[in-house]
């Protein structure tokens, strides 16, 4: 049977099948990204919006995302898009006629797109929205076409992906917000049905050949331990860019406010002042951190 190899989970793919992540399916024996080209959501944001702080500030980006998620978090921000019911069931329903549902934006019509929107300051295209990566072939093919008209490629991504995917498509992509969602096994296992180790490589090969910002959601009582953001921020700290050079302490870290919704509703929003605290804390050791949501 066909085995997916975009994330750690490898999932085997019968004919016809999806895997985990509701946007990989198994196509004349080979596994493929059912979502290639579908989009969900258009729209040209702030780059800041990404969250994306210190890459070209000021400007806007054309926003482009699909459907499927291979991680889980209940508070899922996008889970209409990402992996509720109605997402997940999308490769499904549509199979073949998914061009009568979603409207279709090929690689080409993307990257002409973005250079028309030059005019209202955009710099090129943010893929966002749900999980990129497992359609990584559309991202690869976007990504090139927009590079060669001297436009911007930026990621969104929580990371979840094996190196392989990174390398495809590392040659195309300026910079990358990537979510670090936590710092311990058990709250990327337990919590979002995640690796964190994954994780940990993805943003480590990152960073030494792209722009990079990451970005943290603060879950009271999860992931909100002080000695947890220490622990995190010395291990960012610590990474090393392609010539060997520590870089750590210059990558910005946006540590974001939570708000009870989707499956996650048991909690109240984060305090504020628990952001700006743990804002304190990460400045120990890193030089550039924002809260955000606050």
Not at 192 to 209: N, P, Q, T
């Amino acid at each position: 049977m066909p085995r997916c190899k975009v994330c750690f989970r490898h999932c085997d793919i019968e004919e016809g099948a999806l895997g985990f992540c509701g946007a990989r399916t198994c196509k004349d024996g080979e596994v493929v990204a059912s979502n290639y080209g579908l989009v969900t959501a258009v729209a040209l944001d702030p780059i800041e919006k990404k969250p994306l702080s210190r890459f070209y500030p000021g400007s806007m980006i054309l926003s482009v995302g699909s459907y499927g998620c291979n991680l889980r978090c209940p508070f899922c921000q996008n889970y209409d898009i990402s992996w509720s019911d109605s997402a997940l069931s999308l490769g499904k329903l549509y199979g073949d006629a998914a061009e009568e549902e979603l409207d279709v934006l090929e690689p080409e019509r993307l990257a002409k797109l973005a250079e028309a929107y030059r005019r209202e300051g955009n710099i090129g295209v943010a893929f966002t929205y749900n999980e990129p990566l497992i359609g990584y072939e559309y991202v690869r093919d976007c990504a090139k076409l927009v590079s060669e008209r001297g436009m911007k490629n930026v990621l969104v991504s929580n990371g979840t992906a094996e190196l392989s995917v990174l390398e495809e498509i590392l040659p195309y992509i300026d910079a990358m917000n990537i979510d670090l969602k936590g710092f311990t096994d058990e709250y990327y296992r337990d919590v979002l049905g995640g690796s964190r180790k994954m994780v940990m490589e993805f943003i480590s090969r990152a960073v030494k050949d792209c722009y990079v910002e990451l970005t943290t959601l603060i879950i009271p009582g999860e992931n909100d331990d002080e000695e947890e953001m220490r622990e995190m921020t010395e291990w960012i700290a610590s990474l090393i860019d392609g010539n060997g050079h520590v870089i750590g302490r210059d990558i910005p870290l946006h540590i974001s406010r939570f708000f009870p919704r989707f499956k996650m509703t048991d909690r109240n929003a984060t305090d504020v002042r628990k952001v700006y605290h743990l804002v304190e804390i990460a400045k120990e050791r890193l030089n550039y951190v924002y809260p955000g949501n606050c």
